[in-house]
């Protein structure tokens, strides 16, 4: 029994495919399948040595050489396997499985048309908006591709009930399935707390790391940002500008990034719209009070005044006024941290989320 597993982005890059595909792939190669992972990489970025064969495309390249590459690769490998998983790329595997007949699944956790027009700082509407709104031609020709492409599976799974009716809405006609995120359970640590808000995310301009710069500094709390993008060179030149208590840490591996969560009283997520947070999870898993803002994927996780708080993104007071009341109440960060590793432990267990995915996949371990 083999499994093609498919993603644009792989550790240590950050982002929930990133982080999900290899945890996928170990619960895979436990069950006594054999894996390949197909990915992009940056051209200056090391290949990693892994128990599972890792095929890498060049990233930086011309995205029309690359899509055609990415897609013959993909086409060769699916031959040779039984059961196809993609968690991005979904247009370059949908056109390599063409006419192919294979088991596939696609996760998705996003909506790449939306997410192209907003991290180019061209809408300024939610994406539940974006989605009502008559779109230009090129996006409605992308709309198109990705629906073309979606159809080309056998079944759809997803982390969020929100994006689940997107999907619809886009006119996916296949079998569309609500899987949540899991997370693994993180032993009760005693680190020295080194930070006072943590959070970690792709730098890209929907997470709205600016306005939690901002927030820190006039509340004058320890930031420390974990992860990279195009954000970056932006994001550390506002922190100058304010001469911020920031410290810009760059990517980690997971283990890192649950010593940096130890050390950290609050982990914040801000962003216009979330799926399912991994990083979101992790913290909750490492008993860390949270401050999100108020978006289905992250209220669909997070209660307020129970795990933490959420705060309207668009109020720039609320989310100091939220880094403040934690800060200043001990008994509150013991409160919602507690809670929020309780929920981690009933509700998003790593490896019932895994079995979840897999019993979607019908492994005939047989086979």
């Known amino acids: 029994m083999k499994a093609l597993l498919i993603s644009g982005i792989y550790r240590p890059e950050i982002g929930g495919p990133a982080t999900y595909i290899p945890k996928l792939a170990s619960r895979l190669t436990e069950l006594g399948v054999v894996v390949e992972v197909i990915t992009l990489k940056n051209s200056d970025s090391a290949k990693l040595s892994e128990p599972w064969n890792m095929n890498y495309i060049i990233r930086d390249q011309n995205i ?3 899509i055609v590459k990415t897609s013959l690769v993909i086409r060769a490998h699916a031959k040779k396997s039984n059961y196809i998983f993609s968690n991005g790329l979904f247009n370059e595997t949908a056109i390599g499985l063409f006419l192919l007949r294979k088991k596939s699944v696609a996760k998705v956790v996003g909506d790449p048309v939306f997410e192209r027009v907003k991290n180019k700082g061209k809408t300024t509407v939610s994406r539940i908006d974006f989605n009502k709104s008559r779109l230009p031609f090129v996006l409605k020709l992308q709309r198109a591709f990705l629906r073309w492409s979606l159809n080309q599976f056998s079944t759809i799974t997803c982390p969020s009930l929100e994006l689940k009716a997107l999907i ?16 693994a359970a993180v032993k009760d640590v005693e680190a020295i707390k080194v930070f006072d808000v943590v959070t970690v995310s792709r730098l890209i301009q929907l997470k709205n790391i600016d306005k939690l710069i901002i927030a820190c500094t006039k509340t ?20 100058l500008q304010l001469n911020a208590p920031v410290e810009f ?6 283990q890192d990034v649950i010593k940096m969560l130890c050390k950290s009283r609050i982990f914040a997520l801000l962003s216009d719209y979330e799926g399912l947070s991994f990083a979101l999870l992790q913290s909750m898993a490492c008993g860390i009070p949270v401050i999100v803002s108020d978006v289905k ?17 668009n109020n720039q007071a609320e989310i100091e006024s939220a880094i403040k009341k934690l800060l200043n ?3 509150l960060l ?14 998003y267990d790593e490896v ?10 019908k492994f005939d371990l047989n086979e």
């Open 64 to 66: 029309f050489i690359r």
């Open 168 to 183: 619809g809405k886009w006119g996916v006609d296949k079998p569309t399935v609500f899987i949540p995120n899991g997370v």
């Open 220 to 239: 004058k709390a320890k930031l420390a940002i974990i992860g990279s993008g195009p954000e970056e060179l932006y994001l550390k030149n506002l922190a």
């Open 249 to 254: 840490v760059g990517q980690l591996n997971e």
């Open 297 to 313: 994927g992250n209220t669909d996780v997070i209660t307020d005044k129970k795990e933490g708080l959420v705060v309207n993104i």
């Open 329 to 331: 109440s001990p008994n």
């Open 334 to 347: 013991i409160e919602y941290g507690n809670a929020a590793k309780l929920k981690s432990e009933n509700n």
């Open 352 to 361: 019932n989320q895994l079995n979840k995915v897999i019993d979607l996949m």
